[in-house]
């Protein structure tokens, strides 16, 4: 089983900055993809980056690219969000994901943490 823990949401006013961390622990899988995604009141969860095992290849939703970064530490099995210029429609909860690279489902998934964005 894995188990995925999230850390890092608060309350924070637009243009400001949050970093996100993601904590893996378990039986993951010897290559694994990570990812964040969110889901705000009354709306679907969405995508908003994955990462891959590497750390070389990453990819973004067009709503927070080029403001929000991922990266990886696969010493610590941990991935994180770096959330720049945030707005009020990044406010969600954040949850983080796992997938072994040779699946297309991400399986393992995290409680979750609240990010609220002030005007």
């Known amino acids: 089983q894995v188990q995925l823990v999230e850390s890092g949401g608060g309350l924070v006013q637009a243009g400001g900055s949050l970093r996100l961390s993601c904590a893996a622990s378990?039986?993951?899988?010897?290559?694994?993809?990570m990812g964040w995604f969110r889901q705000a009141p009354g709306k679907e969860r969405e995508f908003v980056a994955t990462i891959s095992w590497s750390g070389g290849s990453s990819y973004y939703a067009d709503s927070v690219k080029g403001r929000f970064t991922i990266s990886r530490d696969n010493a610590k099995n941990t991935v994180y969000l770096q959330m720049n210029s945030l707005k009020p429609e990044d406010t969600a909860v954040y949850y983080c994901?796992?997938?072994?690279?040779?699946?297309?489902?991400?399986?393992?998934w995290g409680q979750g943490t609240q990010v609220t964005v002030s005007s």
């Open positions: 994901a796992l997938r072994s690279e040779v699946s297309t489902r991400f399986d393992y």
């Open positions: 378990g039986r993951t899988f010897s290559r694994f993809v």
